[in-house]
């Protein structure tokens, strides 16, 4: 059974981190590429950056280039995305996302709230 569960979804304050991360099962993790994708409320659903299978990092959405980095460890079979100085308007539903042509995954999503 596939599945893409992610984690570490919190109410956090602005300028602060958090690691999302995003746990595969049931397919071969090593030979997709990995997207990270967000959906604020009323808004459609964005996506944030790609790493390749290989570790090629590409795609990162223009309002986060610099504060958000991609990454995966396929031994852990484990995508990240570790998120810096977030703002209000990074509040989303974040969703991790595998794809190998033809096949496509995502995850249920998980919360970031960024408020003071």
């Known amino acids: 059974q596939v599945q893409l569960v992610e984690s570490g979804g919190a109410l956090v304050q602005p300028g602060g981190p958090l690691r999302l991360s995003c746990a595969a099962s049931g397919f071969n993790f090593s030979n997709y590429d990995m997207r990270w994708y967000r959906q604020a409320p009323g808004k459609e659903r964005v996506r944030i950056a790609t790493?390749?299978?290989?570790?090629?990092?590409?795609n990162y959405e223009d309002s986060v280039t610099g504060r958000f980095t991609i990454s995966r460890d396929n031994a852990k079979n484990t995508s990240y995305l570790q998120m810096n100085s977030l703002k209000p308007k990074d509040t989303a539903v974040y969703y991790c996302?595998?794809?190998?042509?033809?096949?496509?995954?995502w995850g249920q999503g998980t919360q970031v709230a960024v408020s003071s």
């Open positions: 790493i390749t299978n290989t570790g090629f990092i590409y």
């Open positions: 996302h595998a794809r190998r042509n033809p096949s496509v995954y």
